[in-house]
C-alpha cells in the first residue's frame, strides 16, 4: 500500500537525461543499480548483463569499490551499477551505508540512479522480500530478477512470477543468472521499467512512524528521502542519523520524535520488522509453495561432511593448507622467474651503461624497484585466484562460519579468518582480501593485526640467525628439534601479539555495537573460468596501479640513502688498501659497495641510531639493515652482505656470510656483536615491526588515509623494540 503523504516529495532528482553541446545532443546512459543481499548472484548476473565489462568507479567518500558496466546488447544506452551487497538499508557501516546513498543521490559526482535492478533469491524469498520492501520507500522503479530459480525448483519450490509480479506492482522476471537464454527478458523489462514510472508496492507500517517520518522531512525542508527518514527515526545512533546531523538536521528534532513514537508504542527497529515480515506473508501467501517434506539436495549432502564437527574441521585444515601452500610455495616459481628477469635486465643494462650514478639509479633503483614491485604479483594472483574458487563454489561462507567461534575471542568474525591467514604468506593480498568484510570496524582491525602475521619475506632472516646461532640440539628422541621450535615460536609470536592488538582496538579506536555475523550459505555449485580470471585480473591492475607506483618510489628514495655522497675519496682508499693487499677484482668490487654503504647517508642514519638500539645489543650495522629493509625485508640479507663487503648477492644459506656475522665483534676488543640474546632479539623485532613499504602502502590505499599506515609503523615499531629488548635482556639474564 503506498502512502500518500510521502508520493512525490523525494528531492534527490535525476540528472537531464539530455545535455545540448554546439553541435549536437549527447544522450547520458540511463542508469540502473543491481542491488541484493549477499549470496544472490547479484555479480554473476551483472556480469552476464555487461559481458564482464566492470571497471571501478572511485567515489569521493566511498570506500568500496562499486563496479559500473555498460549493458549489453540493451535496446537503449544502459550503464549498470553494482552496489555492495546488503541484507537491509539499516546500515551496519560507511560501507553499507554507500548503498542507499547512491540510490537516494547523496554521493558526490555521481548521478542518481534511474532504476533499481533488485536481485532476489528464489529460494529465499522472505528474507529478501524484506530488503525489497525497504527498497520500495525509495520512489524510484523497480525490476525484480527471480534468480536461482534452478535451485528453488531442485527445492521442491515453486514461485507464481505473475502473480508476485502482480502483488509488489513491479515486473518480476524469472531467471537463472548463468542462463544466457533467461537474460532477454529481463533487458526487455528494464527497458519497459525506464519508460514508465511505475512505483512498487509499499509495507503498511505504523501510522504513527509514517507520520513522524512526514514531520521530519517538512522541518528538513523536504531535502531528506522517506527512506532515510524511517532510518534516521529507527536507527539510534546510526549512520543515516549521523549523515542527517552532519547537513544540519536538529538533535532536538529527533529526540522528540523518538518520544512521541515510544508513547505510541513504537519500540525502535522491532516495529518495523514485524511489520516488513507480516506484509513479506501477506505477499507471499498463495505465491509459493514447499514441499511437505525438505528436499535432501546435493548441497545439503556436502554439507553434513564438510561442515561435520570434526570433518569439517578436517576437510578446512585441507582447504587451508592447499591455499597457504598455494601462495608460500607454488608462487616460488613464477617469482624467482621474475627476480631472475630483472638481475638479467639489470646485469645488461649495467653491462652497458658506463660506472657512476646513472648505471646505478636504472639497475639497483629503477630495474630493482619495479623487480621489487611485480615480485608480488604471483602471489596477490594466486591468492586471488582461491578465493574466487573458494566464493564462486559456495564454501568460503562455510570456512568463515566455522571459524568464527574462534575469532571472537579477537573480538572479530569468521570474515577476517581467510585474510589473516593468507598473510602469513603475504601481508599485501591479503590486506587487499579484506574487502570481503562489510563492517568498517572489523575491516580496520582486519587490516592492522594483518602485518603482525609473520609473511614469507620473514622466513630468510629467521633461518640465517637460527642456523648461526641456535644449537642443532634434539628431544623426544630426536622427533623434535630446537632450532624448529624455535622457527615455530617466531610465528606464534605474532599471533600471540596479535589477539590483544585487535582486542584493545576494538575496545578502542573503533568500539561500537559487533556487527552480526549473519552469513547464508549458498548452494555449492561449479566455480565459473571467466569469474575467476576477472577477479585476478581487477585485483592485480588493483595493486599495479594502485600501490606499485608508491612502492617505487620509496625504493628509489632508499636507493638515494644508500648510494650517495659516493665520494671519489671512499673510493680512492679501497683501491688503494686492495692494490696493497692484492684483492681481485670480485673482491674489490665487493669492498667498495661496503665502503660506500658504510659513508651513505643510510651508513650514517645506521650511525646515529646506534645509541637508540645499543640497550638491545645492537651495532649500527644491525640499524643500517633495519633501515634498508623498510622497501622490503627481503633486502636485510643483501644489505649484511654487503655491510660485511660480501657483496649483496648472497642468501640465508651463504656460508660466508654466517661466518662473517659470527666474527662480528663490537670496537676495542669489546666482545662479539651477534650472540644468541641478539639473534632472538632481531628475530622479534623483525615479527613484531612493520618493516615493509609495501603493506603501509596498501593500509593506506584501503583505508582511505595516511593515518593508519603512521599509526601502524610507530606502534608496531614500538612494540617490536620494547618486545625485542625484553627478549635479549631475558635471553641474557638465562645465561644463555
Not at 551496519?92 to 533469491?121: H, K, T, Y
Not at 525438505?294 to 556436502?302: V, Y
Not at 596477490?380 to 575471542?409: K, N, T
Not at 588515509?705 to 635479549?728: K, L, N, R
Request: hydrophobic letters at 50%.
Amino acid at each position: 500500500m503506498s502512502h500518500p503523504e510521502t508520493a512525490g516529495l523525494c528531492t534527490c532528482t535525476s540528472p537531464p537525461t539530455e545535455s545540448h553541446g554546439s553541435d549536437n545532443t549527447a544522450v547520458r546512459p540511463a542508469t540502473v543499480a543491481t542491488v541484493g543481499n549477499p549470496n544472490t548472484g547479484k555479480s554473476t548476473l551483472f556480469n552476464a548483463l555487461t559481458g564482464f565489462r566492470r571497471r571501478v568507479a572511485n567515489y569521493p567518500g566511498v570506500s568500496v569499490d562499486v563496479g559500473r558496466g555498460p549493458v549489453r546488447d540493451a535496446a537503449r544506452p544502459i550503464e549498470l551499477l553494482d552496489l555492495p551487497g546488503t541484507y537491509s538499508l539499516a546500515a551496519l557501516s560507511p560501507d553499507e551505508m554507500v548503498v542507499s546513498n547512491m540510490l537516494c543521490g547523496r554521493v558526490e559526482r555521481a548521478e542518481r540512479p534511474d532504476c533499481i535492478l533488485a536481485i532476489l533469491d528464489a529460494s529465499n524469498l522472505p528474507r529478501n522480500l524484506y530488503f525489497f520492501s525497504q527498497l520500495a520507500d525509495i520512489d524510484l522503479p523497480i525490476v525484480v530478477a527471480l534468480n536461482m530459480t534452478d535451485i528453488a525448483e531442485a527445492r521442491g519450490i515453486a514461485v507464481d512470477a505473475g502473480r508476485l509480479s502482480e502483488r509488489l506492482g513491479v515486473p518480476v522476471v524469472p531467471m537463472v543468472a548463468t542462463r544466457e537464454a533467461t537474460v532477454k527478458p529481463l533487458l526487455e523489462a528494464l527497458d519497459a521499467a525506464l519508460d514508465g514510472a511505475a512505483v512498487a508496492t509499499r509495507t503498511q507500517l505504523p501510522e504513527a512512524l509514517v507520520h513522524e517520518a512526514a514531520a521530519l522531512r517538512e522541518t528538513f525542508g523536504g531535502q531528506l528521502h522517506f527512506a532515510e527518514a524511517i532510518r534516521v527515526l529507527l536507527d539510534r545512533d546510526g549512520y543515516a542519523e549521523q549523515q542527517y546531523l552532519e547537513r544540519g538536521g536538529d538533535p532536538n528534532v529527533i529526540s522528540e520524535a523518538r518520544a512521541r513514537l515510544n508513547e505510541a508504542g513504537i519500540d525502535g527497529p522491532g516495529a518495523e520488522v514485524r511489520a516488513r515480515y507480516a506484509w513479506v506473508a501477506k505477499i507471499l501467501d498463495g505465491v509459493i509453495s514447499r514441499p511437505d517434506k525438505p528436499i535432501r539436495t546435493a548441497s545439503d549432502r556436502l554439507d553434513a561432511v564438510l561442515t561435520h564437527r570434526f570433518g569439517g574441521a578436517l576437510a578446512l585444515f585441507a582447504v587451508l593448507f592447499v591455499l597457504f601452500q598455494g601462495i608460500f610455495s607454488f608462487a616460488t616459481y613464477p617469482m624467482d622467474w621474475i627476480d631472475a628477469a630483472f638481475g638479467s635486465l639489470g646485469g645488461l643494462v649495467g653491462g652497458v651503461l658506463p660506472e657512476g650514478i646513472l648505471n646505478s639509479l636504472i639497475v639497483g633503483g629503477l630495474i630493482a624497484g619495479v623487480g621489487g614491485v611485480l615480485v608480488f604479483l604471483p602471489q596477490i594472483l594466486i591468492l586471488f585466484a582461491f578465493l574466487a574458487v573458494l566464493e564462486d563454489c559456495g564454501y568460503l561462507a562455510r570456512a568463515a562460519s566455522m571459524m568464527d567461534r574462534v575469532m571472537r575471542a579477537m573480538g572479530l568474525s569468521g570474515r577476517a579468518f581467510i585474510p589473516l591467514l593468507s598473510s602469513f604468506a603475504c601481508a599485501i593480498p591479503a590486506i587487499m582480501g579484506t574487502r570481503a568484510i562489510a563492517d568498517r570496524r572489523e575491516r580496520f582491525v582486519t587490516i592492522l593485526i594483518t602485518p603482525f602475521m609473520s609473511c614469507s619475506a620473514r622466513l630468510p632472516i629467521y633461518l640465517l640467525l637460527i642456523t648461526a646461532f641456535v644449537p642443532t640440539e634434539r628431544y623426544l628422541g630426536g622427533w623434535v628439534g630446537l632450532q624448529g621450535l624455535v622457527m615455530l615460536a617466531m610465528y606464534l609470536v605474532g599471533v600471540i601479539i596479535a589477539i590483544p592488538i585487535a582486542w584493545l582496538l576494538k575496545k578502542t579506536a573503533f568500539a561500537g555495537p559487533s556487527a552480526g555475523f549473519m552469513l547464508e550459505l549458498p548452494s555449492y555449485k561449479w566455480p565459473r573460468p571467466r569469474a575467476i580470471w576477472q577477479r585476478m585480473h581487477f585485483a592485480g591492475k588493483h595493486f599495479l596501479v594502485r600501490a606499485g607506483t608508491v612502492i617505487l618510489a620509496v625504493s628509489l628514495v632508499v636507493w638515494a640513502l644508500g648510494y650517495f655522497p659516493h665520494s671519489a675519496s671512499t673510493a680512492s682508499t679501497v683501491r688503494q688498501k686492495g692494490v696493497e693487499q692484492g684483492w681481485d677484482e670480485a673482491k674489490l668490487e665487493s669492498e667498495l659497495a661496503g665502503a660506500y654503504l658504510r659513508e651513505s647517508y643510510l651508513g650514517r642514519m645506521g650511525r646515529t641510531i646506534e645509541p637508540v638500539i645499543k640497550p638491545i645489543g645492537w651495532d649500527w650495522r644491525i640499524g643500517v639493515a633495519i633501515i634498508a629493509s623498510f622497501p622490503a625485508r627481503e633486502v636485510v640479507i643483501g644489505t649484511m652482505g654487503t655491510i660485511f663487503n660480501l657483496g649483496g648477492d648472497v642468501d640465508e644459506a651463504h656460508t660466508g656470510l654466517r661466518d662473517a656475522i659470527q666474527a662480528a665483534t663490537w670496537p676495542d676488543g669489546g666482545g662479539p656483536v651477534f650472540t644468541l640474546p641478539v639473534a632472538l632479539s632481531i628475530m622479534v623485532f623483525f615479527a613484531l615491526c612493520a618493516q615493509c613499504s609495501s603493506t603501509l602502502v596498501m593500509i593506506g590505499r584501503e583505508t582511505g588515509s595516511w593515518v593508519w599506515p603512521v599509526v601502524s609503523f610507530t606502534g608496531m615499531t614500538t612494540i617490536a623494540y620494547f618486545a625485542a629488548w625484553a627478549v635479549a635482556a631475558a635471553a641474557r639474564a638465562a645465561g644463555l
